[in-house]
């Protein structure tokens, strides 16, 4: 059964960093796209940041563009996204998804049909 386990979200300072890790089980991450969305209260689910099977290339929403960073490891089957430089709006629940697709990946949400239960960051001082 195919699952995705997010960690890693807390609580930390504006200008501070944290890393998201998605762990996937029952399937080898590699060959799906992968997407980092994140929920705010009150707002829709938007893309962040994805990374497509195969060639690994990525993509990142304007306004997380040089702070986050997305990366893939593939021997431990896990997905990461390091934040730095967070801001106050940046707080929100993370979550990733799959898409099994061989194709560059998208930030559209509709797109992906597998997530994991979400990880809460909090960006406040």
């Known amino acids: 059964q195919l699952q995705l386990v997010e960690s890693g979200g807390g609580l930390v300072q504006p200008g501070g960093s944290l890393r998201l890790s998605c762990a996937a089980s029952g399937f080898t991450l590699r060959y ?19 990374v497509s099977s195969g060639d690994g290339s990525t993509y990142y929403a ?18 990461y996204l390091q934040m730095n430089s967070l801001k106050p709006e940046d707080t929100a629940v ?22 994991g239960q979400g990880t809460q960051v909090t960006v406040s001082s």
Do not use: H, L
């Open 94 to 115: 993370y979550y990733c998804a799959a898409w099994a697709v061989q194709a560059m990946c998208v930030m559209s949400r509709y797109a992906y049909n597998s997530w």
């Open 62 to 79: 304007d306004s997380v563009k040089g702070r986050f960073t997305i990366s893939r490891d593939d021997t431990k089957n896990t997905v």
């Open 32 to 50: 799906y796209a992968i997407g980092w969305f994140r929920q705010a209260p009150g707002k829709e689910r938007e893309g962040v940041s994805c």
